[in-house]
């Protein structure tokens, strides 16, 4: 059983440009969920997504967007980027319906100059 | 507006002794309540949860309690371990907006076990 993997690890970005991060589900996972952890704070839910779309959306601009594939993986894109969006980016897996714990992967951490 | 709020930033505590992470919340549609525990350079790993129609639920040396008229829960780690040294997030699962939870975090509290 594989678990949830990310990547990459680091990146660093400048003002005002796109950014994607990918995320690799848990095996037989078909949801995935990403949040944002800035420095001191606690995750914070950006998007879900479940059979390819978005399934609940937390208080993110859409310049954050994401997808979500046949085989469950998903990818966050958060455009024109701002040094506020500097963080670490969790990816999460968990099966549909079942109110159930999440698995978190490593996290990508980005920083914009 | 913080739904979930862990008010002490640190806990330190002997090897041997326990451990006591509390987390109060707000919003009464909370129904499952879930604690994380994150190292430096890692993703949190789930520990334990619990559901609202439970008060207390254990496993192994953690035990979490939850107190629904005081909108509390704690997390008790007997012993204490130096491995159990990380920060520790309260979750709790939000059931609106679709068919798969989102979770609500509170800040985290940094606990070192001494030995």
């Known amino acids: 059983e594989t678990g949830v993997t990310q990547s990459p690890t680091h990146l660093i970005k400048t003002r005002g440009q796109q950014v994607t991060l990918r995320c690799s589900s848990q095996s037989g996972h078909n949801t995935v969920s990403w949040y944002q952890q800035a420095l001191g704070q606690g995750p914070q839910f950006i998007f879900q997504y479940y059979r390819e779309e978005e399934n609940g959306r937390g208080n993110f601009p859409p310049r954050f967007s994401g997808l979500q594939f046949p085989n469950y993986s998903s990818e966050l894109n958060v455009n024109a980027l701002e040094l506020d969006d500097s963080a670490l980016y969790l990816c999460?897996?968990?099966?549909?319906?079942?109110?159930?714990?999440?698995?978190f992967g490593q996290g990508t951490r980005l920083t914009v100059v | 507006d913080q739904q979930v709020k862990q008010n002490s930033p640190s806990l330190s505590v002997q090897e041997g002794r326990i451990s006591i992470l509390n987390c109060d919340y707000t919003n009464s549609m909370f129904d499952y309540f879930l604690w994380y525990k994150k190292y430096p350079a890692e993703g949190p790993t789930f520990l334990i949860s619990?559901?609202?129609?439970?008060d207390k639920n254990e496993d192994g040396r953690f035990t979490v309690f939850l107190n629904k008229s005081a909108k509390h829960l704690s997390l008790h780690i007997v012993p204490s371990q130096p491995g159990d040294s990380a920060v520790y997030f309260c979750?709790?699962?939000?059931?609106?907006?679709?068919?798969?939870?989102?979770?609500?975090f509170g800040k985290g509290t940094l606990l070192t076990v001494n030995p």
């Open positions: 999460a897996s968990s099966p549909q319906g079942t109110n159930t714990e999440a698995f």
């Open positions: 979750a709790a699962s939000d059931p609106s907006g679709g068919s798969n939870y989102k979770l609500t």
């Open positions: 619990i559901s609202s129609i439970k």
